[in-house]
């Protein structure tokens, strides 16, 4: 199993364009995740999604898009990037919420000018 | 609003020591927590969990302690070795385990 895989591993933008994040998980998780860092703090959730078809917001879903067509993908869509959005972005799956152990993906640093 | 926090942002050990890491937290309707190690430029990785109605759990070399009364969280390492050193990060889950609350982190220095 490949695990929790996410690309790109490395993007630089600027200001207004925008993009998607991929993130794919071969583990046939139901719960999958994103979460941004910054530098010297902890993770926070942007969106979550129970199952395909069902997502939700966490703690920051401004700025960003998801969807959940499939089990194995959760792309993270940036509508107009800026320059807050400045991160290194997670995505993770569990088999059922996030009280299971998350396995995540290697991260996306994103840089946006 | 809620929020989870920990005391020390860098903690050094000597190797063979034990760790105790500390962690604060808001929301008394928290349902679990979770104790993730992050190694550099890697992901999260999960070390043990604890029930909101226990107040403590083993795993190997490590055990968590809960004190609700305080809304006090630890993760505890024994015999601390090289491979601890890791940025720390306690984790709440909440709002019918869908959504998780992590703490701002602890460095783990360990001296061979």
């Known amino acids: 199993n490949a695990g929790v895989t996410q690309t790109p591993k490395f993007q630089v933008l600027k200001t207004g364009q925008s993009m998607t994040l991929q993130c794919a998980q071969d583990?046939?998780?139901?719960?999958m995740s994103w979460y941004r860092q910054d530098p010297g703090m902890g993770l926070r959730l942007i969106h979550y999604?129970?199952?395909?078809?069902?997502?939700d917001q966490g703690e920051v879903p401004n700025g960003y898009n998801v969807s959940r067509s499939t089990t194995e993908d959760f792309p993270l869509r940036l509508l107009s990037a800026a320059p807050s959005q400045t991160s290194v972005y997670f995505c993770?799956?569990?088999?059922?919420?996030?009280?299971?152990?998350?396995?995540f993906g290697p991260g996306t640093r994103l840089t946006v000018l | 609003g809620e929020s989870v926090g920990l005391h020390l942002p860098t903690l050094s050990v000597q190797e063979g020591d034990n760790s105790i890491i500390n962690c604060a937290y808001s929301?008394?309707?928290?349902?679990?927590f979770i104790w993730y190690k992050q190694e550099s430029g890697k992901g999260p990785q999960f070390i043990i969990d604890?029930?909101?109605?226990?107040d403590k759990r083993q795993g190997q070399r490590v055990t968590v302690l809960l004190n609700k009364t305080v809304k006090h969280l630890s993760l505890q390492i024994a015999a601390t070795q090289p491979g601890d050193s890791a940025v720390y990060f306690c984790?709440?889950?909440?709002?019918?385990?869908?959504?998780?609350?992590f703490g701002t982190g602890t460095k783990l220095q360990v001296i061979p």
């Open positions: 929301n008394s309707a928290s349902d679990y």
């Open positions: 993770a799956s569990s088999t059922r919420g996030a009280r299971n152990e998350q396995f």
């Open positions: 999604s129970v199952g395909a078809g069902i997502t």
């Open positions: 583990m046939n998780h139901e719960y």
């Open positions: 984790a709440e889950i909440s709002g019918g385990y869908q959504k998780v609350t």
């Open positions: 604890i029930r909101s109605n226990m």
